[in-house]
T-cell receptor
């Protein structure tokens, strides 16, 4: 079964600083990869996804993520953080079985991002 | 507006009193799923459904039931709730197809407390 690890439970950055949130997965092949964001009191919103092709993917709100097969990683980055980026971020993987995930999505434990003014 | 709705948003109940949390989506999505979110554990899948009358267990199905009689609705049923089911519950839906079942649209969540 696939698994996802987000090593950092809580990260604090200053507004305007760069950000990198780490995500490592365990799966026998290349899965579908996702980052979701959860603002306080809200549901989850998809930031970006990787299915195949270019390993650097762009998402909403200025986020990007890079898939590194050799490291089984899918780290999320943003060059300059805004105070409104404070939220909890979840990495997720789904089985890539010839074009369908069979409904099996596994989430990491989440990383809480705090932004100092 | 395309959305996933859940009701109720907040619920406090007592051990053993059956309850149902409703979930409805207006996007004609085939796939629907229930997750529970607990601190430090992320989101864990309870049940999912690939289409009407097609449901399957996720990672933590014990103590829960679901049904999918209509495409738009996917209620979560707790026949005899226990305190360890106190959690934040999310319903989600998605189209199938390429990457299907994975690009999820989430509801706003239901915070359940079982005393």
């Amino acid at each position: 079964a696939q698994s996802v690890t987000q090593p950092d439970i809580h990260i604090t950055v200053s507004e305007g600083a760069s950000l990198e949130l780490r995500c490592n997965y365990s799966y026998g092949a290349t899965p579908y990869l996702f980052w979701y964001v959860q603002s306080p009191g809200q549901g989850l919103q998809l930031l970006l996804k990787y299915f195949s092709g270019d390993t650097l993917v762009q998402g909403i709100k200025g986020f990007e993520a890079e898939f590194k097969r050799s490291q089984s990683s899918f780290n999320l980055r943003k060059p300059s953080v805004h105070w409104s980026d404070a939220a909890e971020y979840f990495c997720a993987v789904a089985i890539n079985a010839g074009g369908t995930s069979y409904g099996k999505l596994t989430f990491g434990q989440g990383t809480i991002l705090t932004v100092h003014p | 507006e395309a959305q996933v709705t859940q009701n109720p948003r907040y619920l406090i109940t007592v051990t053993g009193k059956k309850l149902t949390v409703t979930c409805s989506q207006n996007m004609n999505h085939e796939y629907m799923s229930w997750y529970r979110q607990d601190p430090g554990l992320g989101l864990r899948q309870i049940y999912y459904s690939m289409n009407v009358e097609v449901t399957d267990k996720g990672d933590v199905p014990e103590g829960y039931k679901v049904s999918r009689k209509e495409k738009r609705n996917f209620p979560l049923i707790l026949e005899s709730p226990s305190p360890n089911q106190t959690s934040l519950y999310f319903c989600a839906s998605s189209l199938l197809g390429y990457g299907g079942g994975a690009i999820l649209f989430f509801g706003p969540g239901t915070r359940l407390t079982v005393l």
